[in-house]
């Protein structure tokens, strides 16, 4: 049996507003940070507009039905207390941060997310990130 160990998945009404604003920004990516206020939230940038480094870890390249996934970044620091979930990237009405392309939208996206079962664990360890 197969057992999905994906880091990060998104919800479709998510992946839709990726696709309109992939038309609007061209290729996108998010960076998790893990800092307060909007900066515990997923921040949505342009492709190359956020400089990522060794502090960060490439998570997931976010299929949303496009010639180019969405990458998915996060502090090294937060993944170290997130290493043990999976997020899902999800959109709910509201005012996020300025600094997001989706703030002008009237929505923003935020991460839910839940444990990894065990078995899904003992597949995560043996495999690198992505």
Same mark, same amino acid.
């Given at each position: 049996?197969?057992?999905?160990?994906?880091?990060?998945?998104? *919800? &479709?009404? !998510?992946?839709? /507003? @990726?696709?309109? %604003?992939?038309?609007?920004?061209?290729?996108?990516?998010?960076?998790?940070?893990?800092?307060?206020?909007?900066?515990?939230?997923?921040?949505?940038?342009?492709?190359?507009?956020?400089? *990522? &480094?060794? !502090?960060?870890? /490439? @998570?997931?390249? %976010?299929?949303?039905?496009?010639?180019?996934?969405?990458?998915?970044?996060?502090?090294?620091?937060?993944?170290?207390?997130?290493?043990?979930?999976?997020?899902?990237?999800?959109?709910?009405? &509201?005012?996020?941060?300025?600094?997001?392309?989706?703030?002008?939208?009237?929505?923003?996206?935020?991460?839910?997310?839940?444990?990894?079962?065990?078995?899904?664990?003992?597949?995560?360890?043996?495999?690198?990130?992505?």
């Amino acid at each position: 049996m197969s057992v999905d160990t994906r880091r990060v998945d998104v *919800t &479709g009404a !998510a992946a839709e /507003l @990726l696709r309109r %604003l992939t038309g609007q920004y061209g290729p996108l990516m998010f960076h998790q940070s893990g800092g307060c206020c909007d900066g515990s939230s997923p921040m949505c940038f342009p492709a190359g507009e956020f400089t *990522t &480094g060794d !502090a960060d870890v /490439l @998570l997931a390249s %976010l299929d949303i039905s496009l010639d180019q996934p969405v990458p998915f970044w996060m502090s090294r620091s937060q993944f170290a207390y997130w290493s043990h979930t999976r997020l899902t990237v999800d959109v709910v009405p &509201g005012r996020g941060s300025g600094f997001s392309v989706e703030a002008p939208e009237g929505v923003r996206f935020l991460i839910r997310s839940r444990l990894f079962t065990d078995e899904e664990t003992e597949h995560l360890v043996a495999l690198p990130l992505a």
